[in-house]
């Protein structure tokens, strides 16, 4: 039995990570761009496009977390940590659907033609300005959620390796080392 979740799925975590680093860390610079600057333009391209990768890579991990084995955690922790867990990771999943999700679906009722990974995307055909600001309002509304529901998880990953010493963070990590 493997004793840790499969490399595309320890692979696809990390990046989520990373990406979300960079759809969160844009905000935080937005402030310094001058509107209108190719600063303010790269924060922006940058913030859209890792947080766009974000809905990718959570749809993706969905297919495989169906298809893989999920390793055991070792000892067994009590069934309540267990539920605790899995919905937190529900949460997750739904998280960084919605945002990025609610974040587009604002940008296709905005109207006016537009391009991800350079590609153009589809939008309406004329503008819905109640809709896109729906969908933007929800998109503000939710992505401070993901602060506190990272914190939360990476908090517990590390109560897990360091308090109750069991091999839940291990499972995880990149190394070839068997827990
Ligand atoms: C998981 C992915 C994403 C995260 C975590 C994220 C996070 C955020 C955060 C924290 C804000 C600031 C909210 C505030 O002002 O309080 C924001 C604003 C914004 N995001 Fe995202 N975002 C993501 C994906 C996207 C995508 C894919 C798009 C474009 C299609 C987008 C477009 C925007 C826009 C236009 C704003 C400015 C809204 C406003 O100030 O009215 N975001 N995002
Ligand atoms: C420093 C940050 C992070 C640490 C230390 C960390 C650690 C871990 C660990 C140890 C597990 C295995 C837990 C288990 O199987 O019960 C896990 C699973 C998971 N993590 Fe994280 N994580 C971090 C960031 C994130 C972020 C940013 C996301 C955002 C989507 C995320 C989403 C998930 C999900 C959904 C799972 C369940 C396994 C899966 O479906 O891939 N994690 N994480």
Redesign the pocket.
Known sequence: MPTKYATSLIVLHWLTLLL?IL??GT?QLRDFAQPGSWHGYAIAIT??TA??T?LLTMMLRIVLRIRKHTPKIIPTPPRWQTALSHLTHACMYGL?IA??GA??LS?YFYGGEWSLYGLPMPHAEVENTKMWKGF?RW??IL??L?YWLIALHAAAALVHHYIFRDNTLLRMMPSRRQS
Request: avoid cysteine; glycine fraction near 10%.
């Open positions: 979300l759809a969160y905000i913030h859209v947080g766009a974000v960084f945002i990025p974040a587009l940008r933007i998109h503000t992505a401070p993901g």
